[in-house]
């Protein structure tokens, strides 16, 4: 079984978008709505919109279930209050719901969560809750600068962030790292903003003992760890001057990496750099890299073709299909042992 732990719903029918707009033009009088009942979007929208674009593809690449979670660039917690992102990641989240009901066997969900900047993280946890409890999400994707791109929350490492964790370690579900969309304009979103969060994340827990406090926290960071498997040497050797543990003991038990690394040679390195037992397969497709590499003729987030090129054992590669992904998403592992798979 392939696994792609990564997938957003980036193919949302336009209705979505438009009551979002209608939220934000209405901030200053959300009395003048929209309300949440006045988003219709059928059944069939949402097969059409599934079919046509994620699922295709995936029948095409060879990949069997994506966890799934709403359009990241879209979460924007730095719009509005806390009631502003609490009533869209509420919608969002409902919708992945309903695709991973329409289309059971190949998606399940991942949750966003209402994060405002300035906000307590723990104000997210009902929402987390109805979407472990509810709606049977495996994973949640946590927003290191609901700021987008100003960095004004303390670092993950924070007591703050605190409550999330303790209910990710009673639920036994990972968080992925993931921001959104950069309202700082020196931050390109996917291009910069993405991978510096990436590496910013993982320096904030090095930097850290978050895993002494919790032993069994886990961490994906997406897109292939930033800029971390590149400088693996860099960090090993902060941490060593910082006096902390090798880096294997240090953070190894708790953070993984996808393979959102869309060339051959940048995937060659991650699964060199790390070990295996830490990178999980993931294509983040339909994403933000969307076309055809002129040098390969495939498209650049085809990202299996990398997988399947790099120089894995048959067993290393099955670790990064599936058996990484049963280890560090137990709620998805219970799922599909549920089901017999
Ligand atoms: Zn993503």
Redesign the pocket.
Known sequence: MIIDI?G?YTTAPKALEDWRKRQVDNLATPELGPKVSELKISDDELRDTIESNQLRLMKERGADLTIFSPR?SFMAHHIGDFNTSSTWAAICNELCYRVSQLFPDHFIGAAMLPQSPGVDPASCIPELEKCVNDYGFVGINLNPDPSGGHWTSPPLSDKQWYPIYEKMVEYDIPA?I?VSTSCNCAFHTTGAH?LNADTTAFMQCLTSDLFKDFPTLKFVI?HGGGAVPYHWGRFRGLAQELKKPLLKDHLLNNIFFDT?VYHQPGIDLLTRVIPVDNVLFAS?MI?AVRGIDPETGHYYDDTKRYIEAANLTADERHQIYEGNARRVYSRLDAALKAKGK
């Open positions: 990564h957003h990241a992925m993931h993405y997406p959102c983040e994403g």
